[in-house]
């Protein structure tokens, strides 16, 4: 982002109190933040404690001079380039004209640029705004190399996850012809300790398959085939194959979808198992019943919140205009701390041996490759936890793509 003057803060150091006045005046009446410290040491001090209060701004560009009692320019630079490279913190020494050997020594010693006294601040304005321009072009270029390489990391843990998953399968496979064919065997039949060695074994080879088959969900899904879809119909066919289910656990649905809902662009395959992950979720935490309620509403979004509370990452911005699909349950909603928890590969409160933990990791993947977000918070006053996936309206779509 570039700096602009009233974000901008300047330290200007110098022993001499009159040229300390005159920078203060004519850098601030450009509307800069200024501080100022009359020593080397008054300057340490002060960069030390805004380095050490995450609350405080620190400076972004020192103005230094060269000859002061106590440490000198020279050493303030050597201990500032201790801490702050050249690319995070421009320090520009101010030296007496015509002491060339002055400017040579300083830009060895890590000093981005230099000035002559009596300082002109036209020339010192433009020297500046370069280096906060350099400083800010390097952050961002460190900013895109670790996406990059986030996104890099990522894709080839993916890859190497789907590759594992493939490869297991095969073993997998010939474990339950061999454990399938045992459970025939006649001398097996009537031994009950090994009966029961078998049963489970097949439970394990279950919950094995079972992971492995989320992880295969996980990474497959990076291509998708988007085209419009009308939400309301695909709901309906999930919540239906989860009918008896809720019914028996005494699980009330209510489905309110709005009516003037546009089409939105969606992978028919995969979206509706992060749908089914999240719907699946809502009526598991409610196995003594209540109600379970589907809200579809186009909403112009109105917060994007903290990645700690609670949802994917995201390109959705404010004001964008999205469709939400509002999944909200009347279980105990989630009281074991940090929701994004909720999201992480394995995280489960359920019983060993029932759930991956996946389910949601799954969910927030596919969401995240529709261009939406998933985010889930504890509902308040009522109990439960409020789920939602929110995915770009097609015109938003269409103007960002
Ligand atoms: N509607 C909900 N109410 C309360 N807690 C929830 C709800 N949805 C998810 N959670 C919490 O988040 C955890 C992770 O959910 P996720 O769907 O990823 O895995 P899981 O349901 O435990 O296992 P899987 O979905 O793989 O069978 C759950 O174990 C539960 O603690
Ligand atoms: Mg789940």
Same mark, same amino acid.
């Given at each position: 982002?570039?700096?602009s003057?009233?974000?901008?803060? +300047?330290?200007?150091?110098?022993?001499?109190?009159?040229?300390?006045?005159?920078?203060?005046?004519r850098?601030?009446?450009?509307?800069?933040q200024i501080e100022?410290?009359?020593?080397?040491?008054?300057?340490?001090?002060?960069?030390?404690?805004?380095?050490g209060d995450?609350r405080?701004?620190?400076?972004?560009?020192?103005?230094?001079?060269?000859?002061?009692?106590?440490?000198?320019?020279?050493?303030?630079?050597?201990?500032?380039?201790k801490?702050?490279?050249?690319?995070?913190l421009p320090? +520009?020494?101010?030296?007496a004209?015509?002491?060339?050997?002055?400017?040579?020594a300083?830009?060895q010693?890590?000093?981005?640029?230099?000035?002559?006294?009596?300082?002109?601040v036209?020339?010192?304005?433009?020297?500046?705004?370069t280096?906060?321009?350099?400083?800010?072009?390097?952050l961002?270029?460190?900013?895109a190399?670790?996406?990059?390489?986030r996104?890099?990391?990522?894709?080839?843990?993916?890859?190497l996850?789907a590759g594992?998953?493939?490869?297991?399968?095969?073993?997998?496979?010939?474990?339950?012809?061999?454990?399938?064919?045992?459970?025939?065997?006649?001398?097996?039949?009537?031994?009950?300790r090994?009966?029961?060695?078998l049963?489970?074994?097949?439970?394990?080879?279950?919950?094995?398959d079972?992971?492995?088959?989320?992880?295969?969900?996980?990474s497959?899904?990076?291509?998708?085939?988007?085209k419009?879809?009308?939400?309301?119909?695909? +709901?309906?066919s999930?919540?239906?194959?989860?009918?008896?289910?809720?019914?028996?656990?005494g699980?009330?649905?209510?489905?309110?979808?709005?009516?003037d809902?546009?089409?939105?662009?969606?992978d028919?395959?995969e979206f509706p198992?992060?749908?089914?992950?999240v719907?699946?979720?809502?009526?598991?935490?409610?196995?003594?019943?209540?109600?379970?309620?589907?809200?579809?509403?186009?909403?112009?979004?109105?917060a994007?919140?903290?990645a700690g509370?609670?949802?994917?990452?995201?390109?959705?911005?404010?004001?964008e205009?999205?469709?939400? +699909?509002?999944?909200?349950?009347?279980?105990?909603?989630?009281p074991?701390?940090?929701?994004?928890?909720?999201?992480?590969?394995?995280?489960?409160?359920?019983?060993?041996?029932?759930?991956?933990?996946?389910g949601?990791t799954?969910?927030r993947?596919?969401v995240?490759?529709?261009?939406?977000?998933?985010?889930?918070?504890?509902?308040?006053?009522?109990?439960?936890?409020r789920v939602?996936?929110?995915?770009?309206s097609?015109?938003?779509?269409?103007?960002?793509?």
């Amino acid at each position: 982002m570039p700096s602009s003057p009233v974000d901008t803060c +300047i330290l200007v150091v110098d022993d001499d109190r009159a040229n300390r006045l005159v920078l203060e005046k004519r850098l601030g009446k450009h509307g800069y933040q200024i501080e100022t410290a009359p020593s080397g040491d008054e300057a340490m001090k002060l960069l030390e404690e805004a380095w050490g209060d995450p609350r405080r701004k620190a400076p972004d560009v020192v103005v230094l001079d060269i000859m002061m009692p106590g440490i000198d320019g020279y050493e303030v630079l050597r201990r500032i380039r201790k801490k702050k490279s050249s690319h995070e913190l421009p320090v +520009i020494m101010a030296t007496a004209r015509d002491s060339s050997e002055d400017v040579v020594a300083a830009l060895q010693d890590g000093a981005n640029d230099y000035v002559t006294k009596p300082i002109d601040v036209g020339v010192l304005l433009a020297r500046m705004q370069t280096h906060l321009a350099l400083r800010d072009a390097h952050l961002a270029l460190r900013n895109a190399q670790q996406t990059l390489i986030r996104a890099a990391r990522r894709e080839s843990i993916g890859f190497l996850a789907a590759g594992m998953a493939h490869e297991i399968r095969n073993p997998f496979a010939q474990i339950r012809m061999g454990l399938d064919s045992l459970g025939k065997n006649e001398a097996i039949k009537d031994d009950e300790r090994a009966v029961e060695t078998l049963a489970r074994l097949d439970t394990a080879l279950d919950r094995a398959d079972e992971v492995v088959r989320k992880v295969m969900q996980f990474s497959a899904a990076e291509q998708l085939d988007l085209k419009p879809h009308d939400l309301p119909p695909l +709901i309906d066919s999930i919540l239906a194959t989860m009918k008896s289910g809720m019914d028996s656990a005494g699980i009330r649905l209510e489905t309110d979808f709005a009516r003037d809902l546009p089409e939105v662009l969606l992978d028919h395959e995969e979206f509706p198992i992060a749908l089914n992950n999240v719907l699946r979720n809502a009526v598991q935490a409610m196995p003594d019943g209540g109600t379970l309620t589907v809200r579809v509403e186009p909403q112009t979004l109105e917060a994007v919140p903290d990645a700690g509370a609670g949802r994917s990452g995201t390109h959705l911005r404010v004001g964008e205009e999205v469709v939400a +699909i509002v999944v909200e349950d009347s279980g105990p909603g989630f009281p074991h701390g940090r929701l994004d928890a909720i999201f992480e590969p394995f995280f489960t409160t359920k019983p060993p041996g029932e759930s991956t933990g996946l389910g949601l990791t799954v969910a927030r993947n596919l969401v995240e490759l529709h261009g939406g977000m998933l985010t889930a918070e504890n509902r308040s006053p009522e109990a439960g936890l409020r789920v939602t996936i929110y995915l770009k309206s097609p015109d938003s779509f269409r103007t960002s793509v």
